[in-house]
C-alpha cells in the first residue's frame, strides 16, 4: 500500500472544528488505500504563548526546561486528532516523540539523530494511523527537545524518510507556493513546481511556506514535497529536483521578505588575529544561527567594525554570549537595532543571467529606499532595509522582476 505522512500546520489544528476537518481529510486518504502517519503543530498561536510564558518567568530561560514548557501544544493536537479519528471508528492512536522514539541533540533548536519506525511499521501492519506531535524529541538521556520554531516540518519530513513514505504532504494556510506573499501582492502568482534549491533558499529568506530544515533534509534524501491548502480542495505546488524540467519559466521564482531579523554590531575590535572567530564561537555555542555578516576593513593599525544578523528571539541570549567574551573578544561596544526587515530575490535562472543584483538595487534606489547589508549566493540576493520599507519593496521588486499575474487573474492568486 502507497505509504504517506500528513503534516497539518497550527492554523489547520486552531479549534476543534477545524481538526474535525483535518480529521476528514486523513480518513479521505485511508480510504484511498494508502497507510497513513500524521504530524500535527500546535493550535495556532499557542507555542507563541508559551514562548512568552517563558521569558516572562526568566527573560535568560534554560533551554532544556524552555522545552518541556513549548513542547506541550503539539502534544494537546495530538491528543485530539486522534480522539477525533477514533470517534469516525478509525484505529488512531498518538504517539510523543519519546514513544517512537524521535532521538534528537541539543535544546530549542535540537537536530534529529534518527527515527525508530518499529512502533509505526507495527501501527500500519493493524491498519492503523499513527498521529504524532511535530516539533519534538527525545535526547540520549531522556529529556524533551524541540527542534526550533517550524520544527513540525522537519519532524514530517524526517518520518517520511524513516518510513519510506512515497511523499510527506505538508497542509497550510495556503494552496501553495507563491511568487511572495499574497496579503502585501494581491497579483502574485501561485507556482506549479519549485525546485529544491529555490525552496530552500525562499524558506531561509523568510517565506513562511516551509521550514528551512525540512526542506535541506528532503532535497538530501529525495523525499517528494507537496504543500497544499488545508481548506480547499486545490492543485498545490510540488517540490522537485529537476530545474530542466521547469521550461519557460522567470528567472526569478520570488521575492521573499524576513521580520524576524536583529542587527548587531560590535564597535572597535582590534585588527588582530582570532578576534572575529572568538567572537562567533561564543555564537556557536550557545547555539545561535548568524546570518548576514559585514565587517569593515580596517586601515592599518585601526579598530573595525562587525555587522551581523540573528534571530529576534535569540538576541538576548547573544548579547549575553558576547558580553562573556567581550574582553577576549577586545571589541569595545555592542549596538542592536530590530526595526530592520530582510528581502531577497530568488531564482535558478540567477546562474545564467547577469545584472540581477543591479536591476535590485536600482529598483530600490528609484524608491528612496536605503540598503544596510547585502548578502548572496548562487540563486539568492538578499539586502537589509528599514522595516518601514518592507511592503514598498516587496511590492516593486515583485513588479520589476515580472512576477505580477494579469489583472485578468489577480483575484484567483490572492
Given at each position: 500500500?502507497?505509504?504517506i505522512v500528513?503534516?497539518?500546520g497550527?492554523?489547520?489544528?486552531?479549534?476543534?472544528?477545524?481538526?474535525?476537518?483535518?480529521?476528514?481529510?486523513?480518513?479521505?486518504e485511508?480510504?484511498n488505500?494508502?497507510q497513513?502517519?500524521?504530524?500535527v503543530?500546535a493550535?495556532?498561536?499557542?507555542?507563541?504563548?508559551?514562548?512568552?510564558?517563558?521569558?516572562?518567568?526568566?527573560?535568560?530561560?534554560?533551554?532544556?526546561?524552555y522545552d518541556?514548557?513549548?513542547a506541550?501544544?503539539?502534544?494537546?493536537?495530538?491528543?485530539?486528532?486522534?480522539?477525533?479519528?477514533?470517534?469516525?471508528?478509525?484505529?488512531?492512536r498518538?504517539?510523543?516523540?519519546?514513544?517512537?522514539p524521535?532521538?534528537?541533540?541539543?535544546?530549542?533548536?535540537?537536530?534529529?539523530?534518527g527515527i525508530?519506525?518499529?512502533?509505526?511499521?507495527?501501527v500500519?501492519?493493524?491498519?492503523?494511523?499513527?498521529?504524532?506531535?511535530?516539533?519534538?524529541?527525545?535526547t540520549?538521556?531522556g529529556?524533551?527537545?524541540t527542534l526550533?520554531?517550524?520544527?513540525?516540518d522537519?519532524?514530517a519530513?524526517?518520518l517520511a524518510?524513516?518510513?519510506?513514505?512515497?511523499?510527506?504532504?505538508?497542509y497550510?494556510?495556503?494552496?501553495?507556493?507563491?511568487?511572495t506573499?499574497p496579503?502585501?501582492?494581491?497579483?502574485?502568482?501561485?507556482?506549479?513546481?519549485?525546485?529544491?534549491?529555490?525552496?530552500?533558499?525562499l524558506?531561509?529568506?523568510?517565506?513562511k511556506v516551509l521550514?528551512?530544515r525540512?526542506?535541506?533534509l528532503?532535497?538530501?534524501?529525495?523525499?517528494?514535497?507537496q504543500?497544499?491548502?488545508s481548506?480547499?480542495?486545490?492543485?498545490?505546488?510540488m517540490?522537485?529536483?529537476?530545474?530542466?524540467?521547469?521550461?519557460?519559466?522567470?528567472?526569478?521564482?520570488?521575492?521573499?521578505h524576513?521580520?524576524?531579523?536583529?542587527?548587531?554590531?560590535?564597535?572597535?575590535?582590534?585588527?588582530?588575529p582570532g578576534?572575529v572567530a572568538?567572537?562567533?564561537?561564543?555564537?556557536a555555542?550557545a547555539?545561535?544561527?548568524?546570518?548576514?555578516i559585514?565587517?569593515?576593513?580596517?586601515r592599518?593599525g585601526?579598530?573595525?567594525?562587525?555587522t551581523?544578523?540573528?534571530?529576534k528571539?535569540?538576541?538576548?541570549?547573544?548579547?549575553?554570549?558576547?558580553?562573556?567574551?567581550r574582553?577576549?573578544?577586545?571589541f569595545?561596544?555592542?549596538l542592536?537595532?530590530?526595526d530592520?526587515?530582510?528581502?531577497s530575490?530568488v531564482?535558478?535562472?540567477?546562474?545564467?543571467?547577469?545584472?540581477i543584483?543591479?536591476?535590485?538595487?536600482?529598483?530600490?534606489a528609484?524608491?528612496?529606499?536605503?540598503?544596510?547589508a547585502i548578502?548572496?549566493?548562487?540563486?539568492?540576493v538578499?539586502?537589509?532595509?528599514?522595516e518601514?520599507?518592507?511592503e514598498?519593496?516587496?511590492r516593486?521588486?515583485?513588479?520589476a522582476?515580472g512576477?505580477?499575474?494579469?489583472?485578468?487573474?489577480?483575484?484567483?492568486?490572492a
Amino acid at each position: 500500500m502507497p505509504r504517506i505522512v500528513m503534516k497539518f500546520g497550527g492554523t489547520s489544528m486552531a479549534g476543534i472544528e477545524r481538526i474535525r476537518h483535518v480529521a476528514d481529510r486523513v480518513r479521505r486518504e485511508v480510504a484511498n488505500g494508502n497507510q497513513v502517519a500524521v504530524v500535527v503543530s500546535a493550535m495556532a498561536g499557542e507555542t507563541d504563548r508559551l514562548v512568552q510564558l517563558c521569558k516572562e518567568a526568566a527573560p535568560l530561560y534554560d533551554p532544556r526546561e524552555y522545552d518541556v514548557v513549548v513542547a506541550s501544544g503539539e502534544q494537546v493536537t495530538a491528543g485530539l486528532l486522534a480522539m477525533t479519528l477514533q470517534g469516525m471508528k478509525l484505529n488512531a492512536r498518538s504517539y510523543m516523540g519519546w514513544q517512537l522514539p524521535i532521538r534528537a541533540s541539543g535544546h530549542a533548536s535540537a537536530l534529529i539523530d534518527g527515527i525508530d519506525v518499529a512502533v509505526l511499521d507495527r501501527v500500519f501492519d493493524d491498519n492503523g494511523i499513527a498521529v504524532i506531535p511535530g516539533f519534538q524529541g527525545v535526547t540520549s538521556d531522556g529529556a524533551l527537545a524541540t527542534l526550533g520554531r517550524g520544527g513540525s516540518d522537519t519532524s514530517a519530513v524526517a518520518l517520511a524518510i524513516a518510513a519510506k513514505a512515497d511523499r510527506c504532504d505538508i497542509y497550510t494556510d495556503v494552496d501553495g507556493v507563491y511568487t511572495t506573499d499574497p496579503r502585501i501582492v494581491p497579483r502574485a502568482k501561485k507556482l506549479d513546481v519549485v525546485t529544491y534549491e529555490e525552496m530552500l533558499e525562499l524558506a531561509s529568506v523568510g517565506a513562511k511556506v516551509l521550514q528551512t530544515r525540512s526542506v535541506g533534509l528532503a532535497m538530501r534524501f529525495g523525499m517528494p514535497l507537496q504543500v497544499l491548502s488545508s481548506f480547499e480542495d486545490l492543485p498545490g505546488t510540488m517540490i522537485v529536483a529537476d530545474e530542466g524540467s521547469l521550461m519557460e519559466r522567470n528567472i526569478i521564482t520570488g521575492i521573499a521578505h524576513d521580520r524576524n531579523e536583529a542587527f548587531i554590531t560590535l564597535i572597535g575590535l582590534p585588527d588582530r588575529p582570532g578576534t572575529v572567530a572568538a567572537i562567533f564561537r561564543a555564537l556557536a555555542d550557545a547555539n545561535i544561527n548568524v546570518d548576514m555578516i559585514v565587517q569593515s576593513a580596517p586601515r592599518a593599525g585601526l579598530k573595525s567594525e562587525v555587522t551581523f544578523t540573528v534571530p529576534k528571539a535569540s538576541l538576548a541570549h547573544s548579547v549575553d554570549a558576547l558580553a562573556r567574551v567581550r574582553e577576549t573578544g577586545g571589541f569595545e561596544e555592542i549596538l542592536t537595532n530590530t526595526d530592520i526587515v530582510k528581502v531577497s530575490v530568488v531564482g535558478v535562472g540567477m546562474r545564467s543571467n547577469a545584472g540581477i543584483a543591479a536591476r535590485m538595487f536600482d529598483t530600490l534606489a528609484e524608491r528612496q529606499i536605503n540598503i544596510v547589508a547585502i548578502s548572496t549566493s548562487e540563486i539568492k540576493v538578499s539586502v537589509l532595509i528599514s522595516e518601514d520599507y518592507t511592503e514598498l519593496a516587496v511590492r516593486v521588486l515583485h513588479t520589476a522582476f515580472g512576477l505580477d499575474a494579469p489583472a485578468a487573474i489577480a483575484g484567483a492568486a490572492a
